[in-house]
């Protein structure tokens, strides 16, 4: 079974410019979910997808992030335009039913760098 | 507001003794509680979980995980540790809706 796949695994862009990161979730995963990885931290939650449907994106910065998640299966996590702050690790995630406790399981990452 | 913390950013143990790498939660509620590992330059794993039950969970690789609710902990544990074990874990605590609140990773390095 194919895991969680990110694309792309490193970007670096210039400030102020946009970048874009995609995911496709294990297939059958109804729920997707991007996270922010600060160096030396834990991830933290932007935005959570049951299927086409964002549930939950409290903490995803509104002004310069955007998502979608077309046909509930593939994601696109766009920032616009980015700042040296944006320069993390950002990580997708999928799991079966949130409602279930299952594990989620996470892909790779795509690592930014805003020069 | 739930929380995880992770009191140790960095446990060393020598290849063949036992390796625990601590983690306290406050939840109001009952606990969801997870451990996660990072090796470098790929995403986090699932070792397990702890929903209900036996407050001993036993994981991937070799590794259970004790639940302790009086002393609101969920610390890892691995009888003989691997130099392959060297990575960063992750305690997280999920709520109803799904979300997951990681703390702050503990790194673990074992040396031959």
């Known amino acids: 079974e194919a895991g969680v796949v990110q694309s792309p695994r490193y970007k670096i862009i210039e400030k102020k410019q946009p970048v874009a990161f995609w995911c496709n979730p294990i297939?059958?995963?109804?729920?997707l979910y991007w996270y922010l990885q600060n160096l030396g931290q834990g991830p933290e939650l932007l935005i959570r997808?049951?299927?086409?449907?964002?549930?939950?994106d409290s903490q995803l910065p509104k002004d310069r992030f955007s998502a979608e998640r077309l046909k509930g299966v593939d994601s696109t996590l766009k920032i616009q335009p980015a700042e040296l702050g944006d320069s993390a690790v950002y990580l997708c995630?999928?799991?079966?039913?949130?409602?279930?406790?299952?594990?989620?399981?996470f892909g790779p990452g795509t690592r930014l760098t805003v020069l | 507001a739930q929380s995880v913390a992770q009191p140790e950013d960095q446990v060393n143990v020598a290849e063949g003794n036992p390796l625990t790498v601590k983690c306290t939660y406050s939840?109001?509620?009952?606990?969801?509680l997870f451990w996660y590992v990072q090796y470098p330059n790929r995403g986090l794993q699932f070792l397990l979980k702890?929903?209900?039950?036996?407050?001993l969970v036993k994981g991937s690789y070799g590794f259970e995980a004790e639940f302790n609710k009086s002393q609101t902990s969920f610390h890892l544990k691995k009888p003989s540790a691997l130099v392959s074990d060297s990575a960063l874990y992750f305690c997280?605590?999920?709520?109803?809706?799904?979300?997951?609140?990681f703390g702050a990773g503990t790194q673990v390095v074992v040396t031959p």
């Open positions: 997808y049951e299927n086409e449907e964002a549930v939950d």
């Open positions: 702890y929903i209900t039950g036996d407050n």
């Open positions: 997280a605590v999920r709520d109803g809706w799904g979300k997951l609140q």
């Open positions: 297939s059958g995963h109804n729920t």
């Open positions: 939840v109001s509620g009952n606990p969801y």
């Open positions: 995630a999928s799991s079966s039913l949130a409602g279930d406790y299952n594990e989620q399981f």
